[in-house]
Nanobody, 124 residues
Framework: QVQLVESGGGLVRAGGSLRLSCAASGPTWSRYAMGWFRQAPGKEREFVAGIMWSSGETDYADFEKGRFTISRDTARNTVYLQMNSLKPEDTAVYYC?????????????????WGQGTQVTVSS
């Protein structure tokens, strides 16, 4: 059984930082790639960042402009999202996702498993 458990969300002031973690359980084949998505109230879910589990190749959404960094620890089966210079518009529920096989890291429909989400709130 594949489970993804996010943690690290919370309330932070604009300009601050947070590091989200996603602990994955289940077979290795279930995380060919992993990604972070977010959904703000009244908006569609959007891609934040993705990483290929084996190679470490990454992809980022344009809005981040170098503020976010995705990484993984293969020994801990955990993927991280380091978020710096946070803005109020970054407020959203952040979801971790895993894919058994993926052609595009930014395509949410290619992910097979999803976590429950963690709330990130950035105050101005």
């Amino acid at each position: 059984q594949v489970q993804l458990v996010e943690s690290g969300g919370g309330l932070v002031r604009a300009g601050g930082s947070l590091r989200l973690s996603c602990a994955a359980s289940g077979p290795t084949w279930s995380r060919y790639a992993m990604g972070w998505f977010r959904q703000a109230p009244g908006k569609e879910r959007e891609f934040v960042a993705g990483i290929m589990w084996s190679s470490g190749e990454t992809d980022y959404a344009d809005f981040e402009k170098g503020r976010f960094t995705i990484s993984r620890d293969t020994a801990r089966n955990t993927v991280y999202l380091q978020m710096n210079s946070l803005k109020p518009e970054d407020t959203a529920v952040y979801y971790c996702a895993a894919s058994k096989y993926i052609a595009s890291l930014s395509a949410d429909y290619e992910y097979d498993y999803w976590g429950q989400g963690t709330q990130v709130t950035v105050s101005s």
